[in-house]
């Protein structure tokens, strides 16, 4: 086993926020990041974690990222608010728009935050999760980089797509999901070519649109979504509604930084909050009781709930702290003193 | 080929209302009705076309549906309308809110209707299309009868849990999906044990949990979702959303109406609108025809979009009429002489 440094969740936030500031980043924009990223370590999804903080100092090298731009917030209608990143990172955008979203919700029963020209590279789920701690129901959406093909396609056309969404549980953390329309990750491939291993069969297509379990040639094609042509419209679907309808970019319009600074890494996010008190006023309490059957349902034959390794994870690291790669742990100490 | 017979679209509305109104439907149901099974029939969704009048009749006879409720409608919160459809069919419940769900997501940007207590068959293209075609964006779920384990499970928990989305283009039909979030009908793996040949692997699993290609053993354990984990999470929030969101029951709670009178089949149904006006204002037709790259992206690899083969039928159903089998018009022609 590769050596490891264990470190505790505020020792964490320290580098991770040290790290940030260092390199420009504004204490408004440092915190946002720092709590997403230390929020994912800590659930052990160790790919939103703060390895990403190697990307953020990067991007922002290219001129890819903002790293004091002021978020502007508004109201489009009663239901509608709007939350302009102005080139700087999605988390900061949401995090100032998550009262107005909250506040729309509970008025009119249903909300979407629109958040436009935004830098995006983190999990979905921290922001859906706050949102149902709050007693909402959550729903978030982002494109990202054309890697997929269309079902029945051959060439990259749409991101990787995630969704997640979030429910407000009455005695536990909120039902939680979160992943990427996509077979699987990038980096799953990328990994795999690495070790000179073929693919699985269905990941991924050549640039003949003819299925491959070739690395190489899965890199030159395309990915492919999950769930053949459902998960295919579903991509569809995400791309349309934070792209068009928010007034945003379609992810093959957009591209990682680059160093000659043509990359346009920008573009939209949708989230959409619903209030159940609205729908179910005093009813409230009983009706979500009442999901959990549900949930005793999925445990009680023995599948697992999709955020419960993941719940299973943040106790853990709140009682022993969080255990990173040493080669990561010194990477970013020399970041915070670069 | 087995023989057939080809009526005008006119000619397939008398017959359907003449069916219904036959049997107890009242005026205004039989319209709904006739409305979604024709239009189904129309675009050759065969499997919700009129065939679907043999089972709302015996539903009928079971006492499953009422054939003259007339729905309430009520507006919970200025985003958020409801229908209790009293235990009669959802096509007229919806039709009977459409206007105030057109109205409020209009007003609001975004609106809810939460559809309750339903006798709920048919497909829902129709509804999310007929508000895309107005010009607002939708997306409708419901819960169905459990016949559906969740990933990693063994045992029927989830129904086939049908979601569809529908988004207005500016010189074309709808771009529209509507699927099961099972891998495939129910009735698919009943063809196949009555033509005594395998199922595919990935569709069903045995009582232990077991993979099986036995189509028996497999109705005797559980179908599959489309897309393992994702399309389990998936099915699960429609589940949240379309049940205890809006105060309904979940898929497993219902079952079909049976002779004994003890069946429980009514549910929910919850359509999301949103109105592009209040998000872009007039920048609304720019970012509608920026939408258009995607479509004409898919188009150009050769890939084909979901609803293309249903408009396409829809065209030539308008000139030429619809074939349905003999066998099943002298069904229908001997329920309208009953």
């Not at 994912?40 to 190697?54: I, K």
């Not at 990307?55 to 978020?71: N, W």
């Not at 909300?111 to 590279?121: D, G, V």
């Amino acid at each position: 086993m590769s050596d490891t440094v264990t470190l505790t969740l505020e020792e964490l936030e320290t580098l991770s926020l040290e790290v940030l500031s260092r390199h420009g980043f504004d204490e408004a924009h440092a915190g946002a990041i720092t709590r997403s990223v230390v929020a994912a370590q800590r659930d052990e999804c160790h790919s939103h974690g703060v390895y990403r903080l190697l990307g953020c100092i990067e991007t922002l090298q290219k001129g890819g990222v903002s790293p004091d731009a002021a978020p502007e917030i508004s109201r489009a209608a009663s239901g509608i608010v709007r939350a302009d990143a102005r080139q700087g990172c999605s988390l900061l955008a949401f995090e100032r728009a998550r009262p107005a979203l909250i506040d729309a919700a509970s008025t009119n029963g249903v909300a979407l935050l629109a958040l436009n020209n935004a830098f995006h590279f983190s999990a979905l789920w921290p922001e859906v999760e706050s949102l149902a701690e709050t007693g909402l129901v959550a729903l978030a959406m982002t494109p990202s980089h054309a890697f997929v093909a269309p079902a029945g396609g051959h060439a990259p056309l749409l991101g990787t797509n995630p969704i997640a969404f979030s429910w407000p549980r009455p005695d536990d953390a909120p039902f939680t999901f979160d992943f990427a329309t996509s077979v699987v990750a990038r980096g799953e491939i990328e990994l795999h070519r690495r070790a000179g291993k073929a693919i699985p069969e269905g990941w991924a297509v050549d640039p003949d649109g003819h299925s491959t379990r070739d690395p190489e040639r899965a890199l030159e094609g395309a990915m492919l979504t999950f769930g053949g042509y459902k998960g295919s419209a579903l991509s569809i679907m995400i791309e349309l509604l934070a792209g068009p309808l928010i007034g945003d970019v379609l992810g093959h319009e957009t591209q990682p930084a680059g160093t000659d600074g043509k990359g346009r890494p920008w573009h939209g996010e949708l989230i959409l909050a619903i209030d159940p008190r609205s729908l179910l006023g005093d009813a409230m309490e009983r009706h979500l009781q009442h999901a959990e059957a549900l949930f005793d349902g999925v445990l009680g034959q023995g599948a697992r709930l999709p955020s419960q390794r993941r719940h299973a994870a943040r106790r853990r690291s709140r009682e022993r702290g969080v255990t990173i790669p040493e080669t990561l742990y010194h990477e970013l100490d020399a970041l915070r003193q670069v």
